[in-house]
C-alpha cells in the first residue's frame, strides 16, 4: 500500500501542508513539528516517489549551460569532471534503481537520453529494449 501525505499528516497530529513542507521547505518548519512529522515518516516507511523525467530534465537543462570544456571520454559525458561528478552520479544512481540495471547499462541510458534530446524517460526505457548495445534487455529478448 503506498503511504499518502495524508496518513503521514494523521499519524504526526499536523496538516497535509505542514508534512509537504518539511519535505520540501524544512527550514520553514518549527523543530518540534519536524521531529513529529519525521517521526511519523520513519515509522510508516514512507519513501517519497522521485519524478526520474523531471529530474533528467532539470540534468539536461542545467548541463546545456555548462562549457565544453568538461566534456570528457565517456560518451560525452560529465562523469569524471569534479563539478559535476556528483550530480551526474545521483541521476545515473535514480535510473539503476528504477530500472534495475547496472551502472554502465545506467550511464549508457543517460547518455541516450541527454544525446538524443529525449524528454520522455518511459520512452527511453521502450527504445532500449530494441538497443542491442543495452544488454540487460538483448539477454530478456533471447529467453522468450
Known amino acids: 500500500m503506498q ?3 495524508s496518513d503521514i499528516a494523521k499519524k504526526a497530529g499536523v496538516s497535509v501542508s505542514t508534512v ?7 527550514d520553514e ?16 516507511g514512507y519513501k517519497p516517489k522521485v ?7 532539470e540534468y539536461k537543462n542545467y548541463m546545456a549551460t555548462k562549457p565544453n570544456d568538461t566534456v570528457l571520454k565517456r560518451w560525452g559525458m560529465y562523469t569524471h569532471d569534479k ?6 552520479a545521483s541521476i545515473v544512481k535514480m535510473i539503476m534503481d528504477d530500472m534495475q540495471i547496472n551502472e ?5 541510458m543517460l547518455y541516450y537520453i541527454v544525446s538524443n534530446n529525449i524528454d520522455d524517460y518511459e520512452r527511453a526505457k521502450r527504445d532500449m529494449m530494441v538497443d542491442e548495445k543495452f544488454e540487460i534487455y ?3 529478448r533471447e529467453r522468450s
Open 3 to 5: 503511504i499518502k501525505l
Open 20 to 26: 509537504s513542507r518539511a519535505l520540501n521547505n524544512p
Open 29 to 44: 518548519v518549527k523543530a518540534s513539528t519536524l521531529n513529529k512529522v519525521f517521526s511519523a515518516i520513519n515509522e510508516m
Open 51 to 57: 519524478n526520474i523525467d523531471k529530474k533528467i530534465l
Open 83 to 88: 563539478r559535476y561528478k556528483d550530480y551526474t
Open 104 to 108: 554502465d547499462q545506467a550511464y549508457y
Open 138 to 140: 538483448k539477454r530478456k
